[in-house]
């Protein structure tokens, strides 16, 4: 019975602690802020690892392993693996997000990134926006010199660089060495297909194209189609005055050419100058004579003599076989020089007559008020009037006027002459006398003398 009484005793002593009773157990408050007291010492709860988490009666509490750091009241592992780092309690895998530390995007780091991952706590891009390419942790532009990457020089990767771009990252060639040219980002070998260009073809690019080269991209001819040949690097055509070469001239390397035309690089001959004919054989000029006379070679008859392919009377040394008679050329108006030179046919404008004088034509007589000069009819002036282009104002008399007819006309007289009028209207300048004083008709009175134009008394000077 004593028993039960001293243990509901103990069980009341113990309950009246728990619930209203002062714990004298209770640490004490520690001065510096964020600390409590455990164990009679003032620690801090957010990095102590014996006491990480310790409310203020250092209660709730979690003692960190040995692996472990307290860190903001939480236990977290002390080291993470080399490819991790610390984010909050927990080691989070480095990534192209999260390199070497939460929150670090590679894509806001390095200019330029497109992919890539993160090492040794550092992006490291493998894939760079267009326009650029990795290289030392970051990004870099390209160029001719780092195209596509750093090392890529285009000088290097297109056989027969010169100059051009990175496109893409990419090199685009615009200009090869010599002897090749761009195709397809590549330079390519220049030929009579391919002449400075891909699909440039000398054949569609030189007219009468048939051999050759390409050399320096421009095509070099060497031989061209029939009836053409080489001038110039290009191909002319063949005609009488280039005649299988340039400036090989029928008239002057086929002798007694007059006309024909050129065929296969060679002059074929349709008509010969005088004095020779076409040799049915040959095809070429041969002389006339009176054995075989044109181009049927007729033998003439004793006393006829052969001239234009025909058997005819001789003619003088100055003259010629026109319309089938002998005619003087050196004064044939009609025959000047030659059969059918006429002269009036060559009769500048204005002009009234020509002759024929040793066989040139001359020109003798111009239309009215019209005058001869330099081969030509121009219009009479005061300073050339006539056909001897005389100069009226270089005349003593002459005040003014004009030139009418070849002549020089006054309408007003200088100094000691009067304009003498007839009805012909060619007024002329005579002297004064004193029945024509300063014009026409005008009398001196008796006793009067005329002087200066006009009219004076007799007047007697004393000494």
């Known amino acids: 019975m004593m028993k039960k009484h001293i243990t509901l005793a103990l069980s009341i002593a113990v309950l009246l602690g728990v619930i209203g009773c002062d714990d004298d157990s209770k640490e004490p408050a520690c001065k510096t802020e964020g600390y409590v007291s455990c164990n009679g010492t003032c620690i801090a709860p957010k ?20 692996t472990e750091t307290c860190f903001n009241g939480r236990c977290r592992p002390t080291n993470c693996e080399p490819d991790e780092h610390h984010y909050d309690v927990v080691c989070e895998k480095d990534s192209a997000d999260n390199c070497g530390e939460h929150g670090v995007k590679c ?19 493998d894939a760079c926006t267009a326009g650029l390419h990795p290289f030392e942790k970051g990004c870099e532009a390209d160029d001719a010199e780092h195209c596509g990457s750093h090392d ?10 010169s100059d051009g771009t990175c496109e893409g990252g990419k090199c685009r060639v615009s200009v090869c060495q010599a002897g090749l040219h761009p195709y397809t980002d590549a330079c390519e070998s220049d030929d009579t297909d391919n002449c400075g260009a891909h699909d440039t073809s000398c054949s569609l690019t030189v007219n009468g194209w048939v051999s050759g080269d ?32 340039h400036g090989r001239a029928c008239a002057t390397t086929v002798a007694g050419w007059k006309s024909g035309a050129c065929a296969q690089g060679t002059c074929k001959i349709l008509q010969c100058i005088d004095g020779f004919h076409v040799d049915a054989g040959t095809g070429e000029c041969v002389q006339d004579t009176s054995a075989c006379c044109g181009a049927a070679c007729t033998k003439c008859a004793d006393g006829l003599v052969c001239a234009g392919g025909e058997c005819r009377t001789q003619c003088k040394d100055n003259e010629a076989y026109c319309n089938n008679e002998c005619t003087n050329i050196e004064a044939s108006t009609a025959n000047c020089g030659e059969c059918g030179h006429d002269c009036n046919a060559e009769m500048p404008e204005n002009a009234q007559t020509m002759i024929c004088s040793d066989s040139a034509c001359v020109l003798t007589a111009c239309k009215d008020n019209y005058h001869i000069a330099d081969k030509a009819c121009v219009p009479d002036t005061e300073t050339a009037c006539g056909k001897e282009a005389t100069d009226c104002t270089e005349k003593e008399w002459w005040d003014s006027g004009s030139c009418k007819n070849g002549k020089c006309i006054p309408s007003t007289c200088k100094g000691d002459y009067y304009l003498a009028q007839n009805n012909s209207d060619e007024n002329k300048c005579e002297p004064n006398n004193d029945l024509n004083c300063g014009s026409q008709g005008n009398a001196c009175a008796g006793g009067q003398q005329c002087a200066g134009g006009r009219c004076l008394g007799n007047t007697i000077c004393d000494d």
Not at 221 to 237: F, G, R, T, W
């Open 47 to 66: 990095t102590s690892n014996q006491f990480c988490g310790a409310n203020e009666y250092c209660e709730n509490f979690v003692a960190c392993k040995d």
């Open 107 to 125: 894509a806001e780091k390095v200019e330029g990134w497109k992919s890539g991952t993160c090492v040794d706590k550092t992006c490291i891009p």
């Open 152 to 161: 890529t020089a285009c000088s290097n990767e297109v056989s027969g660089w």
């Open 214 to 245: 390409c050399k320096q991209a421009t095509c070099m001819v060497k031989s061209c189609a029939e009836n053409m040949h080489v001038y110039e690097n290009a191909c002319e055509l063949d005609d009488v005055e280039n005649c299988g070469l």
